[in-house]
């Protein structure tokens, strides 16, 4: 009997949006975009992953930990980092200008090394550690850098077989003990009774920083100097490699006022165990907040020492080609045993219009993508809910689908940039709603920018993001040009919109995270064009669908 043929159902996707949740996907279609054996390589200096949301850094993760034998996975909300910013003493260091980057270096390194190490010996137990320990003891007890490091360990690791987080809780902890009996304010057991103290007296103030700042730096400045090469000597075997995956940075997973100092003090430690032959600690990090890492002064001038740790993620056409058809090739043959493969011209129709200029199907989605897997699947997605119980996506199929999916988009940019944007989808309507797909800066009056205000402040009054810092100056200067220039800056910066610079050059986007044109290279002539993923969602009047 012939087999039936191949109709779309409502509950069919090519995968899911979110990479936790699509692992068998991830499994049996998993696409490279040349990252993998680079970062399986621990001789291969890139350690740090960085694209933005949906670009398949979490796939490359779950693809690492599925041929890999010895990876563990760190997600940053089950550290206990939050416990930092409870603790009783610590908070008030950092507010009063005390430098912590030594802490979150030793934070880091402390919590890499004990579980590189309780990998490579197989500590579960007390047991486990003794006889751990006894053998470094025994390799290492004539080399008197060795003998620092197995020092620290007594120390401050006398529990390899507790969980990550119980490591955390319980070097903060020694260390809030060290700065209140070294530092000499054991006395002051609360934030309160410390800035009580200090409220009148500023030279008392000044006094206890700097206690405290020399009492962390020596404390904690011998620890570091040998914990890496003992890790080095332990982790040996070039035919067994050990890694360490740390995901979810973007997640909520600490106060906000310590994200960017924790994450440097992770980039840093990084760097270091790099020098560790046989082991790799990879990073997954977004666009946005390693820019906002580098705005620290001290790491940002040296900034081209960890270069080389970042490998930028990336997507040619090509790439999400063979990524979508191995998805409908999987979606196909999962229900008809085909004997050929399937692609995406199998299921979608040849050509969006009659005219020998129309576009395909493929290329009219991925002009709609910001080059990113995710955009891509939720695109195909969206087709087939439209396509009800059809074998082809058509003309008629991809317009239906569109506008949801332009508006899932929209939400979706406007959520991975909450912590740099607070009204980013309000301001994007304000400025480009109902407006065409293309405009010089200048197109602006006053009077327009004047509207946006109230899309730019929150319900209070206050300033909202950057958006309302610039409108806040402009009712101080009311310099027009300054204000739309800047307003448009932010919106490329995003991925809204692509810039036009010059007649010879063409237009440019952000769209992989990276921004190349500065607020300074905007003129009222500069020529602006949105970002085809979100005309419908905007209501562009020029979005003619082709044919």
Not at 286 to 315: I, K, M
């Amino acid at each position: 009997m012939k087999p039936e043929p191949f109709r779309f159902r409502d509950h069919d996707s090519v995968g899911n949006l979110d990479a936790d949740h699509d692992h068998e996907r991830l499994r049996d279609c998993f696409v490279d975009p040349g990252a993998l054996e680079l970062l399986r390589d621990c001789a291969a200096l890139p350690r740090i992953i960085v694209g933005r949301t949906g670009a398949g850094k979490t796939a490359l993760i779950f693809k690492l930990r599925q041929l890999e034998d010895n990876v563990t996975e760190f997600e940053p909300a089950t550290l206990s980092l939050n416990y930092i910013s409870n603790s009783t003493i610590l908070p008030f260091l950092f507010k009063v200008g005390v430098n912590l980057d030594l802490f979150f270096d030793l934070l880091w390194r402390h919590v890499l090394a004990t579980e590189f190490i309780r990998q490579r010996y197989g500590i579960h137990d007390e047991v486990g550690q003794g006889n751990a320990l006894q053998t470094m003891i025994e390799r290492f007890s004539r080399d008197d850098s060795k003998k620092k490091a197995l020092a620290y360990l007594r120390r401050w690791g006398d529990k390899f077989w507790i969980d990550a987080d119980e490591r955390v809780k319980e070097l903060t902890e020694k260390l809030e003990k060290a700065i209140q009996l070294q530092g000499n304010v054991a006395g002051l057991s609360s934030r309160a009774s410390l800035e009580a103290t200090f409220k009148h007296a500023e030279e008392a103030k000044h006094e206890f920083v700097e206690r405290c700042q020399y009492v962390l730096n020596q404390v904690q400045a011998s620890d570091l100097a040998g914990i890496v090469d003992l890790t080095q000597a332990c982790l040996n075997d070039e035919q067994r490699h050990h890694f360490i995956v740390i995901d979810k940075l973007d997640d909520d997973w600490v106060d906000n006022s310590y994200k960017a100092a924790l994450i440097r003090g992770l980039i840093r430690s990084v760097r270091a165990f790099a020098k560790v032959r046989c082991a790799k600690v990879i990073v997954a990090l977004r666009h946005d907040l390693l820019e906002r890492v580098f705005e620290d002064e001290n790491l940002t001038a040296q900034r081209e020492h960890f270069e080389g740790l970042f490998y930028s993620l990336r997507w040619g056409r090509s790439q999400l080609t063979r990524m979508l058809d191995e998805r409908v090739n999987k979606l196909v043959r999962s229900r008809y045993s085909a004997s050929q493969r399937v692609t995406h011209r199998d299921v979608m129709v040849s050509s969006l219009g009659g005219k020998r200029t129309s576009p395909s199907p493929l290329d009219y989605m991925l002009d709609r993508t910001l080059n990113r897997p995710r955009d891509l699947i939720a695109f195909f997605n969206e087709c087939i809910k439209a396509a009800g119980d059809v074998p082809k996506v058509t003309a008629d199929v991809i317009k239906r689908a569109e506008r949801a999916y332009s508006q899932s988009r929209l939400n979706a940019l406007d959520w991975e940039w909450k912590l740099n944007y607070h009204n980013l989808r309000s301001a994007a309507q304000a400025v480009l709603g109902n407006g065409p797909e293309s405009f010089v800066v200048g197109d602006f009056s006053d009077e327009t920018c004047i509207g946006w205000i109230t899309a730019f402040t929150r319900e209070d009054g206050q300033p909202a993001g950057p958006f309302g810092e610039a409108a806040s100056q402009f009712d101080k200067d009311f310099d027009g040009p300054r204000f739309r220039r800047t307003v448009i800056w932010h919106l490329y910066n995003v991925g809204l919109v692509g810039l036009k610079t010059g007649k010879a050059v063409p237009f440019e986007f952000a769209s992989d995270g990276v921004s190349t044109i500065s607020l300074l290279d905007i003129l009222d002539s500069t020529r602006v064009t949105i970002h085809r993923a979100f005309w419908r969602a905007l209501g562009i009047r020029e979005a003619a669908f082709p044919g």
